[in-house]
DNA sequence: CGCGTTTGACCTGCGC
DNA sequence: GCGCAGGTCAAACGCG
């Protein structure tokens, strides 16, 4: 991903204002460390765009409630910075197994977690609503949205002690450009660039023996 | 056979 | 209370 400029966004402030970049300015945006979330996988490039055209054109981030919607002509995330978010998530899973019924499966729950998950939303231009993120996602639902000519897809992380979701959705007014939000935060390293990394991590400690 | 997608049904929250 | 919209479940199905 050359040519885009990595930079930490300021830190969430607790008011619940939304604070987005504009399109002109692509770079990616995530809290510093010390929130304990991690920042939004990099979308590998596609094929179709030239080079020097960013695929990301802005992500942006805002904490305060989870009451929030990805409007059709702004995209937008939110983000809650919750410390004890793997707990509730935690108790939602077990809740989840000893509570199994048709339809209704931990849907308090999930409004639970809902109002607990950090987000991140960004706007990609793709020819393919699914962007090779490096994690392997689950197809779990798909919906027609109102005022939109495209279905909204949910994903679920298929890691099993994952419960990261993600949304994609592609714009009606710009058929090009595909929000993708993503909702939790992964534990548990992406396989793709474990992939990547382990052979040449041990060619790196081959090496480093002479 | 395992894994992922599709799709209709169901549930919840919210506005009126 | 009702209807709508969004989010989720899970059976059925497809594919490698």
């Excluded at 770079?27 to 055209?53: G, K, R």
């Excluded at 929030?68 to 995330?77: C, F, G, L, T, V």
């Excluded at 197994?97 to 999930?110: A, D, M, V």
Aim: with cysteine; net charge positive; charged share 20%.
């Amino acid at each position: 991903m050359e040519g885009h400029q990595a930079q930490y966004y300021p830190p969430p402030s607790t008011s619940s204002s939304l604070a987005l970049l504009p399109p002109q300015n692509p770079s990616y945006l995530f809290p510093p460390s010390s929130t304990s979330m991690n920042p939004p996988p990099l979308p590998e490039p596609h094929h179709h765009q030239q080079a020097q055209v960013p695929d990301i054109d802005w992500i942006s981030l805002l904490s305060g409630h989870h009451d929030h919607q990805i409007n059709n002509n702004e995209p937008a995330a939110m983000v809650e910075v919750n410390n004890n978010e793997n707990n509730v998530i935690e108790a939602a899973r077990e809740e989840r197994g000893s509570n199994k019924r048709k339809g209704g499966e931990g849907r308090k729950i999930s409004v639970m977690k809902k109002a607990s998950r950090p987000r991140f939303a960004f706007q990609t231009r793709s020819a393919d609503d699914i962007l090779d993120d490096g994690y392997r996602w689950r197809k779990y639902g798909q919906k027609a949205v109102k005022n939109s000519l495209y279905p909204r897809s949910y994903y679920r992380c298929t890691h099993h002690t994952c419960s990261v979701k993600k949304q994609v959705q592609r714009l009606s007014k710009d058929t090009s450009i595909v929000v993708t939000t993503y909702e939790g935060v992964h534990n548990h390293p992406c396989e793709k660039l474990m992939e990547t990394l382990t052979p040449l991590l041990k060619q790196m400690q081959f090496l480093s023996r002479f």
